[in-house]
């Protein structure tokens, strides 16, 4: 299983950023994928969640309205879409997948939101 994110880096306060998760070695297309986030100095948090059909999303509270996930199956691919992005967006941002009792992460994004 591998999981690669890519589209982080620096953009002003309200400005807009999209993260890309490309994973391969599983069937993609079977299971729930996740974005967290892990602040500096702090710890990983569940962001958003997306069922395998794309049809069920969910959101922490912190995000709603600003971030939407999604997802290409043909493209065995996750995207987190973040608007309107605040100084404590700042993090960096892990694609996970939970595949019977393992649990997969990439390496991270890095995002910065700061004028």
């Known amino acids: 299983v591998q999981l690669v994110e890519s589209g982080g880096g620096l953009v002003q306060p309200g400005g807009s950023l999209r993260l890309s998760c490309a994973a391969s070695g599983f069937t993609f297309s079977g299971y729930r994928l996740r974005w967290y986030r892990q602040p500096p100095g702090k710890e990983r948090e569940l962001v958003a969640s997306i069922s395998s059909g794309g049809g069920s999303t969910n959101y922490a509270d912190s995000v709603k309205g600003r971030f939407t996930i999604s997802r290409d199956n043909a493209k065995n691919t996750v995207y987190l879409q973040m608007n309107s992005l605040k100084s404590e967006d700042t993090a960096v941002y892990y694609c996970?997948?939970?595949?019977?009792?393992?649990?997969?992460w990439g390496q991270g994004t890095r995002v910065t939101v700061s004028s």
């Open positions: 996970n997948v939970q595949i019977i009792l393992q649990t997969y």
